[in-house]
């Protein structure tokens, strides 16, 4: 037996019948597989960190980017494995890990099998043992850079060409930012290149190329270009209303915008808005937040709206003091003063569950405060209503040791069996949902909350359901290939069509408005020069808002890659749509009416610009080629 230090601890095993290859421990990334003859891939996963508290999801596509598997992994199985079939052909399956995940994941399938892994851009995607070895190809003329990051694992890249054997180093240090990491570039040659990474240490691995190919194999012979086909996806519209879409918003800043950045807010459009109260500042200047409520109601026209409690600096651990008392109260008077024209959510704790010990400290603010809200009629007369818990995440636990008694779900399903006539919305926050196939997860999770509160007659949620916060990350573990580019609009485009599709959210805002140092993940950038700019996700805000309705639309939908919400409003028609994948995919939709009256079809992709595209409507169908990482609206009217 031949054995070789690759990729996380390879071992190249070959026995009388076949040979196998491994990967693994994986934690964020795509494994490309192309077999040339029948295989079977096989994944097994075990516990990484809090892997009790948490589901998880492995996707399985095939090379035309349809869902071949799906693999739910429920929080009580720590451990397990799941094999599928892989079909001889040209173009690759995409075996999909999403990020952050809970558990190490481990992989097997015959050498035969071109593997390429593509890993996760600064967050960490493997964990690894020490002098792991990968192989990278570089195209003739390509500018490569190779990076990393450290994460108190991998402390070193060293890269070979295997032309000449000529070497770079690149050390990984620690940063106080999360977002700051190291990269050395790659000579640029008229030739291909073959390079030899060593990975340097033990641990966590973060390591990524740009200016070419983010993919690495276990042996040079593996390094073939990535075959993929475009894609066919066949949607059908009815005409049934499955109920609202939610209002879309975002969290604005504790203060007086300035009128510079009133454009872009404008531009933005939102509809919702999340908030902070800060007691300390408001038990000593009851009116401290009158000036910008009263702005962001009236000027900007934001007429839902939920506040968290917290001290200043965003303190999420309040108890049921005087301070705590004297600031609610003065939040009351101020939302009473704003003359009763919207709907007025309050939270008494900010991510309890992540932030108080136990359940049981969190329920005695919250009886203590809606006794306080309850006691005048005038707070409900106002627009005031009670949100609860304001969990991190729902489903799943929070980012803390003991995650599986800390889950927002559970304890909502507490204090709800408890004091449910006490509470008007069930709210959340949803974190770390990074990976684009893994969106659908938002979908889950709105469907999980209002199964928990229960349908009325006309199969709406009992109490009203609010994700008042959410973005690829929480804190400031963020990533700028997650928050500067065209990703984040994608991301933001599938979140907000995943999150509507069954018409059951009344709020869906993005956290945060503007940039904040040390917290970069706004929809706005501010210049030093004292200039607002749209970023890409952002710019996608824009031209989601100028295509949105107020009805969801039943629509079917076959495809994996691209998320489309159909959306009625009095004669109005509109499919928001957006094509996740790299591949173009070849769009038939039927259920409208041809001609479509008063109809246009824009696109939105990585230049930032939206452009109207012609498309075919005939014999009752419509169809167009929709470009890979691209968002669409089709726009008619129904009379």
Not at 9 to 27: H, K, P, Q
Not at 69 to 78: V, W
Not at 225 to 253: F, N, V, W, Y
Request: proline residues 5%; charged residues 20%.
């Amino acid at each position: 037996m031949k054995r070789l230090a690759l990729l996380f601890g390879l071992v190249l095993s070959l026995d009388a019948y076949a040979a196998s290859m491994r990967w693994g421990d994986i934690r964020d990334g795509s494994l490309y597989l192309q077999a040339d003859r029948a295989d079977t891939v096989t994944v097994s996963w075990v516990p990484a960190w809090q892997a009790e508290a948490n589901e998880e999801h492995l996707y399985l596509l095939d090379g035309q980017g349809k869902l071949q598997g799906e693999r739910l992994i429920k929080a009580n199985e720590t451990r397990g494995s799941q094999s599928w079939p892989l079909a001889p052909g040209a173009a690759s399956y995409q075996l999909e890990i999403p990020g952050y995940s809970f558990r190490g994941y481990r992989i097997e399938h015959d050498e035969k099998t071109v593997a390429l892994f593509a890993p996760a851009k600064v967050h960490f995607s493997a964990e690894v043992r020490n002098a792991t070895e990968l192989y990278f190809r570089v195209a003739p003329g390509e500018h490569a850079v190779l990076a990393g990051k450290f994460h108190g694992g991998v402390s070193g890249l060293q890269a070979q060409r295997v032309g000449d054997g000529q070497q770079l180093s690149l050390a990984l240090k620690p940063y106080r930012a999360y977002w700051q990491f190291d990269q050395v570039a790659l000579p640029v040659s008229e030739q291909p290149q073959v390079w030899r990474l060593l990975l340097q240490g033990r641990g966590k691995a973060a390591f990524w190329l740009d200016g070419t190919a983010n993919l690495f194999a276990q042996n040079p012979q593996q390094l073939k270009p990535l075959q993929s086909e475009p894609g066919q996806m066949r949607l059908t519209l009815h005409e049934k209303i499955l109920g609202r879409t939610p209002d879309l918003g975002i969290a604005l800043p504790y203060l007086v915008p300035p009128p510079a950045s009133h454009a872009v807010l404008d531009a933005l459009k939102p509809t919702a808005a999340s908030y902070y109260s800060f007691v300390d500042v408001t038990a000593k200047n009851p009116h401290f937040e009158d000036a910008f409520r009263q702005l962001y109601q009236n000027r900007f026209g934001i007429r839902q709206d939920i506040t968290l409690l917290a001290g200043t600096g965003r303190q999420a651990d309040l108890r049921a003091d005087g301070q705590s008392n004297s600031g609610l109260d003065a939040w009351l008077a101020g939302t009473r003063a704003l003359g009763g024209k919207g709907t007025h959510y309050i939270g008494f704790a900010d991510e309890p569950n992540l932030n108080y010990s136990s359940y049981e400290q969190y329920r005695a603010i919250f009886s203590s405060m809606a006794r306080q809200v309850r006691s005048d009629p005038a707070n409900a007369k106002a627009g005031v209503r009670i949100a609860m818990p304001a969990s991190s995440r729902l489903v799943n636990g929070p980012f803390t040791e003991n995650a599986a008694d800390k889950r927002g779900i559970d304890w909502a399903r507490r204090l709800l069996s408890e004091s449910a006539d006490q509470v008007d919305a069930l709210a959340w926050h949803e974190w770390m949902i990074r990976d684009l196939l893994a969106t659908r997860v938002y979908r889950d999770s709105v469907r999980r909350a209002a199964d928990l509160v229960g349908l009325d007659a006309k199969g709406q949620p009992r109490k009203a359901l609010l994700l008042d916060q959410t973005n690829l990350s929480s804190g400031s573990a963020l990533s700028p290939y997650d928050q500067e580019t065209h990703y984040t609009a994608l991301w933001w485009a599938s979140v907000v069509i995943n999150a509507s599709q069954d018409g059951l959210l009344s709020m869906l805002n993005w956290f945060q408005a503007a940039d904040e140092p040390p917290y970069g993940k706004g929809m706005v950038r501010i210049h030093d020069d004292g200039r607002f700019e749209l970023k890409p996700v952002g710019l996608a805000q824009q031209f989601i808002a100028r295509h949105w309705l107020p009805q969801v639309l039943q629509l079917d939908n076959d495809a994996f890659e691209v998320d489309v919400l159909a959306m009625a409003g009095d004669e109005q028609r509109a499919l928001l749509g957006v094509n996740k994948g790299t591949r173009l995919q070849r769009v038939d939709l039927s259920g409208a009416k041809c001609p479509l009256n008063q109809s246009a079809l824009r696109f939105f992709g990585a230049d930032n610009r939206s452009r109207d595209i012609p498309f075919a409507c005939e014999n009752g169908r419509v169809r167009f080629d929709l470009p890979g990482q691209t968002l669409f609206a089709l726009t008619w009217s129904a009379s």
